[in-house]
């Protein structure tokens, strides 16, 4: 990863606008199916889609299939899938493991709110892989963070959270703070930082429960947990990703984690593991194998279901006891999906077993290997980085370590051309200069050079 104290050279503003408006026009072009189901859907959604995550103007594209790595719009285009449904797809599409399993399950039952073999065959795995005893599972990344935070409060009788500044944890109101917030960077205070709810709609009340520090920053979190000591509200708990992932890819600096676990172990604090992104994704047992540090708690989600809504929390048994012994109430009506713990089941047994690891990191090698050689030849302003099936080329002058340098230096505007260049070219990718790429058992190096192929022409119109 080439990370200098500055990097590349400036693109003239000017070109990125005109190559902009030249590749919104040529996707409008091409998606006048998917514009007709957008004029149809706002009638009845709100911006036209079932999660404000997906809106995008003038019109979304909709999807009408997957099959191995490609996906299928509503006009008919191919695309090799780089989105994954936002880091779920990691078994990639149609799986035939996945399918048979699920197949096979439906027609049994798809329902009971009653326990299933699979349910004890996924805990036994999660417990060996995450080296946590016990499990219960979720429909969702949010309602794990949810439930593994209010389990956190019970385990501890505290009822202040602290989080990541800039970090995603799902969309409950306990966590929709300080994920995005307008401040003067060049004046922001690391050591008191605003609890701003994340969009409206969210109690100031609850909003003020939340607590945010900066990413790679021990020090600044000994400073506040001092001062949270002080003032009589120490945490219940840290939720954090280990590697943080809602700004491209951010990875720990040297001694952060080990940093991070040692100070919330001495006070009492449970440090939460958000692995709703990196959990079988960058190593069978996820970030927490990855970077060998034991957290109190995990959670999981995305990949969990090879394509059904999933989610999973585990924990120590000291902490999990509150919910054996009904102190806190973990609960939900599909919790355990039959279908959905089917498919669990088949993508840990057959699909992300250990020989998957080293095909999902020699293609992730192969697309930061050779988008770094672009930015070499071209003199971007930015550079490549991964970990595992997760990565992204980050346009910035210098490397981005956490929130704050994320909001001053990464380059919005180029981040949207990229991906307009990769759609019209057929290549799936997450929308936002937040997101990363997400990897695939089923992508090939074809087709990982197809995608630094696509990065090469972005490279070489930019400078012409």
């Given at each position: 990863?080439?990370?200098?104290?500055?990097?590349?050279?400036?693109?003239?503003?000017?070109?990125?606008?005109?190559?902009?408006?030249?590749?919104?026009?040529?996707?409008?072009?091409?998606?006048?199916?998917?514009?007709?189901?957008?004029?149809?859907?706002?009638?009845?959604?709100?911006?036209?889609?079932?999660?404000?995550?997906?809106?995008?103007?003038?019109?979304?594209?909709?999807?009408?299939?997957?099959?191995?790595?490609?996906?299928?719009?509503?006009?008919?285009?191919?695309?090799?899938?780089?989105?994954?449904?936002?880091?779920?797809?990691?078994?990639?599409?149609?799986?035939?493991?996945?399918?048979?399993?699920?197949?096979?399950?439906?027609?049994?039952?798809?329902?009971?709110?009653?326990?299933?073999?699979?349910?004890?065959?996924?805990?036994?795995?999660?417990?060996?892989?995450?080296?946590?005893?016990?499990?219960?599972?979720?429909?969702?990344?949010?309602?794990?963070?949810?439930?593994?935070?209010?389990?956190?409060?019970?385990?501890?009788?505290?009822?202040?959270?602290?989080?990541?500044?800039?970090?995603?944890?799902?969309?409950?109101?306990?966590?929709?703070?300080?994920?995005?917030?307008?401040?003067?960077?060049?004046?922001?205070?690391?050591?008191?930082?605003?609890?701003?709810?994340?969009?409206?709609?969210?109690?100031?009340?609850?909003?003020?429960?939340?607590?945010?520090?900066?990413?790679?920053?021990?020090?600044?979190?000994?400073?506040?947990?001092?001062?949270?000591?002080?003032?009589?509200?120490?945490?219940?708990?840290?939720?954090?990703?280990?590697?943080?992932?809602?700004?491209?890819?951010?990875?720990?600096?040297?001694?952060?984690?080990?940093?991070?676990?040692?100070?919330?172990?001495?006070?009492?604090?449970?440090?939460?593991?958000?692995?709703?992104?990196?959990?079988?994704?960058?190593?069978?047992?996820?970030?927490?194998?990855?970077?060998?540090?034991?957290?109190?708690?995990?959670?999981?989600?995305?990949?969990?279901?090879?394509?059904?809504?999933?989610?999973?929390?585990?924990?120590?048994?000291?902490?999990?006891?509150?919910?054996?012994?009904?102190?806190?109430?973990?609960?939900?009506?599909?919790?355990?999906?039959?279908?959905?713990?089917?498919?669990?089941r088949a993508t840990l047994d057959e699909v992300l077993t250990p020989d998957?690891?080293?095909?999902?990191?020699?293609?992730?090698?192969?697309?930061?290997?050779?988008?770094?050689?672009?930015?070499?030849?071209?003199?971007?302003?930015?550079?490549?980085?991964?970990?595992?099936?997760?990565?992204?080329?980050?346009?910035?002058?210098?490397?981005?370590?956490?929130?704050?340098?994320?909001?001053?230096?990464?380059?919005?505007?180029?981040?949207?051309?990229?991906?307009?260049?990769?759609?019209?070219?057929?290549?799936?990718?997450?929308?936002?200069?937040?997101?990363?790429?997400?990897?695939?058992?089923?992508?090939?190096?074809?087709?990982?050079?197809?995608?630094?192929?696509?990065?090469?022409?972005?490279?070489?119109?930019?400078?012409?």
């Amino acid at each position: 990863m080439t990370t200098p104290e500055t990097i590349g050279t400036t693109i003239d503003r000017a070109r990125i606008q005109e190559l902009t408006a030249r590749e919104e026009r040529t996707l409008n072009e091409r998606t006048p199916r998917s514009r007709e189901l957008f004029e149809r859907a706002r009638r009845t959604m709100p911006n036209g889609v079932a999660s404000s995550y997906q809106k995008r103007d003038p019109w979304p594209m909709f999807l009408t299939r997957g099959e191995g790595q490609f996906v299928w719009d509503a006009d008919g285009h191919r695309l090799i899938d780089y989105h994954n449904g936002f880091g779920s797809m990691v078994v990639g599409h149609a799986n035939p493991a996945i399918v048979k399993a699920v197949s096979e399950r439906v027609r049994l039952g798809s329902h009971f709110s009653a326990p299933t073999e699979d349910a004890a065959f996924v805990a036994e795995e999660l417990a060996r892989r995450f080296q946590l005893p016990k499990w219960r599972f979720t429909n969702s990344g949010t309602e794990a963070t949810m439930d593994a935070i209010r389990i956190a409060r019970g385990a501890t009788g505290r009822d202040t959270v602290l989080k990541i500044l800039g970090s995603y944890h799902g969309h409950h109101d306990g966590v929709m703070v300080a994920v995005g917030v307008n401040l003067d960077w060049d004046e922001a205070d690391p050591d008191d930082i605003p609890s701003t709810p994340y969009g409206e709609g969210l109690p100031r009340v609850v909003a003020d429960l939340t607590v945010a520090v900066p990413y790679n920053d021990a020090e600044a979190l000994s400073r506040r947990l001092d001062r949270l000591e002080e003032e009589g509200r120490l945490p219940a708990c840290l939720v954090m990703e280990a590697a943080m992932m809602n700004i491209g890819v951010v990875l720990p600096e040297p001694g952060y984690i080990e940093a991070v676990r040692e100070e919330t172990k001495k006070r009492g604090v449970l440090l939460i593991f958000d692995e709703v992104k990196t959990g079988l994704t960058v190593a069978p047992g996820g970030a927490t194998e990855r970077f060998g540090v034991q957290p109190d708690l995990v959670t999981l989600a995305k990949t969990l279901g090879g394509g059904l809504p999933s989610g999973a929390v585990g924990g120590t048994e000291e902490v999990m006891a509150v919910v054996e012994e009904g102190r806190v109430h973990q609960v939900g009506t599909f919790n355990g999906n039959p279908l959905t713990m089917a498919a669990a089941r088949a993508t840990l047994d057959e699909v992300l077993t250990p020989d998957a690891y080293p095909h999902l990191e020699s293609i992730d090698d192969r697309l930061l290997t050779g988008c770094e050689a672009v930015i070499e030849r071209y003199g971007l302003p930015g550079y490549a980085v991964g970990i595992g099936s997760k990565g992204c080329v980050t346009f910035a002058p210098s490397k981005i370590t956490d929130y704050a340098s994320f909001r001053k230096q990464q380059d919005a505007e180029l981040t949207e051309l990229a991906w307009l260049y990769n759609v019209n070219r057929d290549i799936f990718m997450t929308p936002g200069r937040e997101e990363e790429w997400t990897l695939s058992v089923a992508l090939e190096a074809a087709d990982a050079d197809a995608f630094v192929a696509v990065f090469e022409e972005l490279a070489a119109d930019l400078t012409a």
